[in-house]
Structure formats: C-alpha cells, structure tokens
C-alpha cells in the first residue's frame, strides 16, 4: 500500500500535533500525522502534571512560554467553547536568593509579567496555601497568570482542527524504515508494510526522535531522554482545590491538588532508554526525603498511586526546532523536556513556518536550530 503527502508528521504527542495543526492552518496540502501507539497522547503528553507555568528562566523559551499562555487563554474558535486553562495561579518558595535569581531571569525574558509577580513572606504562603504553614522556606514568589491547563482538550483540540481541514491521522504506525529517492522525496514504512511519500517529514517523536532522526539519515542529534515520576495522594481534607500548584526552587519538588488529594513530583531525572518507564520505587523515598525536609505539614504523607513519563532534552536545554542542517526535508520537533503544554502552540508555529519556507534555506542563526549541533555532530 502507497500514499503521497505533502507532509508527514511523526509522533501525535503536544510537538507532533501542534506542527500538524499549524501545517493545515498555514495551507499545506495533505498532511499525515503518524502515531505508533493505539491514540495520540499515550506517553509524556499524557502523563504529566498540566502545569502551564510561565516562569522561564531562558529567555528564548520564555517567549515560547508566553504564546503558549495566550493561546491557552484564548484558544481558537474551532477547539470549542471548553476552557483550557484554570488559572489557579503558581507559587515558588525557597531560599531568597534563589527566587530572586528566577525573578530576573524571567523578567530579563517576559517584562510583561512585571506586574503579575508578588513576593510574599513564609507566612503568606500558608494563607495562600495551608499545608505551607510551619514550611522551611525563606520567601515565596506567586504568579497570578500561571494554573493548569487540560492536556486532554489541547491535544483533542490540535487533532481534531488539523483532521477538520483535511489531515489524516494514522496510529497503530510506528515507523519502521526511510528511504530517500534521487528526487529527493522520503518514502516512510510503517509496520504492516504501508508506505508514504512525501518531501517534508516532521520529527515529533519524543523519546524516540534520536532514533527516528539516526533511522532518517539525519544529523546526530544529542537528545537524551530522562525519567520523571508523578504521584497521587489520598484524599486530604485539607486540600483546597483553588489552591495555586506549589514549585520548591530550592528543593526541586513540586505539587498541586487534584482528586481531593496532591499531585506531586520529586522533580527526579536519570537517563533511561527510549522505551515504556516502570516506576521506580527510590522516587518514592525521594519525594517522601524533601517532603519531610521542607513541609512538615506533609511529612509521612500516604500516596496511592505513581506512574513514570520521559522527558527527552538537548545538553542545553532548549528545545530542537527547524530544518536539519544535513538532511533538506527532515525537521525537528524534539526536545520539549516536558514542557510541550505550555510550549507546544509555539514550537508548532515555529516547525510549520520552517516547513513552508524550507526552500530558502536552513535558518542556522536562529537559537533552537539543530544546527548548533553542527560542531558536535
């Protein structure tokens, strides 16, 4: 079985359906998005805390941050009258000197945020949230403008705008082979034999977009993927569902109410293959180690629940967009390290103005190029 398209997108995680969804908005023709698994979603798009934090320290991704904020905020028509984001607010505690640091960073990188950052006292963290009270923390910065957004609608939303305008989605279709024709045209194999052609191939592939780019013929790009542990709670009658979801800068945990109890993260990182993560118990004592040492009010706090997720980074931790340098038609959409809620209306933007221009010629200068890797590569 044969089919040609104009693009084809590989991976229908936030980066893959997002770079689809801006493609049939920008008038591409007929654009396939591939996805190995049953549905979209099904690994870090699916699996993490839906914090839509706009306090970027870099100030390349901060700006990234804040088009995914508005859009948020004032989604498209077509992805329905449901709201995307419950604006609940964020709240970093730590040390002084810690916050201010992050406060500069993101000042330096969204000035228009001045007016939405608070300081407050230890004391006024346990009003705004009361498990904070007795907390081992030096200060708190609160952001009005951060909250939580509904992964599951924006990534239905991106799917269905994008099949709405004539794009096809394809699951159950892990790429299995490339080939490149002296036209220059990809020809992608699918398992069960099917085959597309196309000249513009997206790498959205999370984890796994390394493999799909060395499988391509593509630049050797230095992505790594990390493990991540979230876990739930049970039910606390303390918890106050409108409470703003609590980062530690210091500490590097962080939590949020959900279902009646928390959601919480040790903020753990340890390189693991590109493949399904199982749980690992230390992450349990870890969260339970900084849980004790910084809240007391949360100390022998009982969980019911943890899954694991990987988050996938470049060794400078911004994100892999544009045309490979070595491979004219093969573009990138890797790299998110968990980011791709808030990230993913810009980084879609961003592949699919590349996929339209492509004929003038990779934009090495720009910072999130893979052509930075040119010299590692």
């Known amino acids: 079985m044969f089919s040609t398209a104009d693009a084809v997108v590989i991976g229908a995680g936030f980066a893959g ?64 009258d449901g709201r995307l984001l419950a604006r609940t607010g964020t709240l970093r505690i730590g040390t002084r000197s810690d916050l201010t640091a992050l406060q500069t960073k993101v000042l330096e990188g969204q000035g228009g945020l001045a007016g939405k950052l608070h300081e407050v006292s230890p004391v006024e963290a346990g009003r705004l949230v009361g498990v904070l009270q ?32 004539g794009g096809e989605l394809k699951c159950h279709a892990p ?25 513009a191939v997206i790498n959205a592939a999370g984890a796994w977009a390394g493999e799909l780019g060395r499988l391509a013929g593509a630049l050797r790009m230095p992505l790594t993927p990390y493990r991540r542990h979230l876990f739930q709670s049970v039910r606390l009658e303390s918890v106050d569902s409108r409470w703003p979801f609590v ?9 949020r109410p959900e279902s009646g109890g928390l959601l919480l993260s040790p903020c753990d990182g340890t390189v693991h293959p590109a493949k399904e993560p199982a749980e690992d118990p230390a992450a349990r004592s870890l969260l339970a180690e900084k849980l004790s040492a ?10 019911s629940r943890g899954w694991a997720c990987l988050r996938t980074f470049a060794p400078d931790g911004r994100y892999v967009i544009g045309e490979d340098p070595s491979l004219e038609g093969f573009f990138w959409a890797a790299g998110l390290g968990g980011s791709g809620v808030l990230a993913s209306a810009g980084v879609g933007r961003l592949v699919a103005e590349s996929v339209v221009r492509s004929e003038k010629g990779v934009d090495k200068m720009h910072p999130l190029s893979p052509a930075r890797f040119l010299t590692s590569g």
């Not at 088009?67 to 004032?74: D, V």
């Open 17 to 80: 359906a997002s770079s689809a969804f801006h493609l049939s908005r920008l008038g591409m023709g007929k654009v396939v998005l591939l996805e190995r698994e049953h549905s979209p979603g099904l690994h870090a798009s699916g699996r993490n805390a839906a914090l839509a934090d706009p306090l970027v320290a870099d100030g390349v991704l901060a700006q990234l941050a804040g088009e995914g904020m508005r859009f948020l905020q004032e989604p498209p028509a077509e992805f329905g």
């Open 134 to 165: 007795e907390a081992r923390t030096e200060a708190g910065l609160y952001c009005e403008w951060g909250g939580v957004a509904d992964i599951h609608a924006l990534l239905r939303g991106y799917v269905q705008s994008f099949i709405s305008r």
């Open 175 to 199: 790429v299995v082979a490339f080939r490149r024709g002296s036209d220059g045209t990809f020809e992608i194999e699918v398992a069960g034999g099917v085959r597309f052609q196309t000249r």
């Open 247 to 255: 980062w530690d800068e210091t500490n590097k945990f962080y939590f």
């Open 294 to 303: 910084t809240i007391p009010r949360l100390a022998g706090l009982k969980l």
